[in-house]
């Protein structure tokens, strides 16, 4: 079955550090494949996404992913992370239907 | 450009009240309209989606119905709620069918007691 992992549910980090959130998916054909981020209490908004191309995707506030086939993953990563980075972020995949297929999130706290 | 709006914001009901949460997009014409429910550590959950007016697919049997009477307005109702009917519920659209990027409102938290 086609499914999302985000391996890690809790994630705390320093402000100033460098961020990896894991993102794998399994999908047999060539994914389309999304990061969103959720403040507390908000809709999600968009970071960024893939498609087809290069496998090293830019996105909004910073956040950048790599698609890498081999590993089945999508990982969402930032050089440096602010104390506004504090949110849910969830990686999703389109699936055969055509109906994105969600990862449970994972938190994201960030020290002072 | 496009913006998406749901109301009301919070919502506190009884059980067996009747529901009624609305969406409406602006800036765009014949979205597709999607309904998400988001529990606690479980993501989000597809409950209906829609391609067009009267257009509505259901994901997920329950006491929850969709309409959407305009193109533009997307309607998640129940004749009466159950206690497993809190949550926070999402609205979203996108252009095209599942392969576009979908784009959220800002949510409804409903606490059903």
């Known amino acids: 079955a086609q499914s999302v992992t985000q391996p890690d549910i809790h994630i705390t980090v320093s402000e100033g550090a460098s961020l990896e959130l894991r993102c794998n998916y399994s999908?047999?054909?060539?994914?389309?494949l999304f990061w969103y981020v959720q403040s507390p209490g908000q809709g999600l908004q968009l970071l960024l996404k893939?498609?087809?191309?290069d496998t090293l995707v830019q996105g909004i506030k910073g956040f950048e992913a790599e698609f890498k086939r081999s590993q089945s993953s999508f990982n969402l990563r930032k050089p440096s992370v602010h104390w506004s980075d504090a949110a849910e972020y969830f990686c999703a995949v389109v699936g055969n239907n055509r109906k994105l297929i969600w990862g449970l999130g994972t938190s994201l706290a960030v020290n002072p | 450009s496009q913006t998406i709006h749901q109301w009301p914001a919070t919502l506190v009901q009884p059980v067996g009240s009747p529901l009624s949460l609305e969406c409406t997009v602006e800036g765009t014409s014949n979205p597709n309209l999607y309904w998400y429910r988001q529990a606690a550590g479980r993501g989000l959950q597809l409950l209906f989606y829609s391609v067009g007016i009267g257009q509505i697919s259901s994901e997920v049997p329950q006491n929850l119905s969709a309409s959407r009477p305009q193109d533009r307005q997307f309607i998640l109702s129940s004749k009466k709620l159950l206690l497993s009917d809190s949550g926070f519920y999402l609205c979203a659209w996108s252009v095209r069918w599942g392969l576009e990027t979908q784009y959220f409102g800002p949510g409804t938290r409903l606490l059903v007691l």
């Open positions: 999908y047999g054909a060539t994914p389309y």
């Open positions: 893939y498609f087809s191309g």
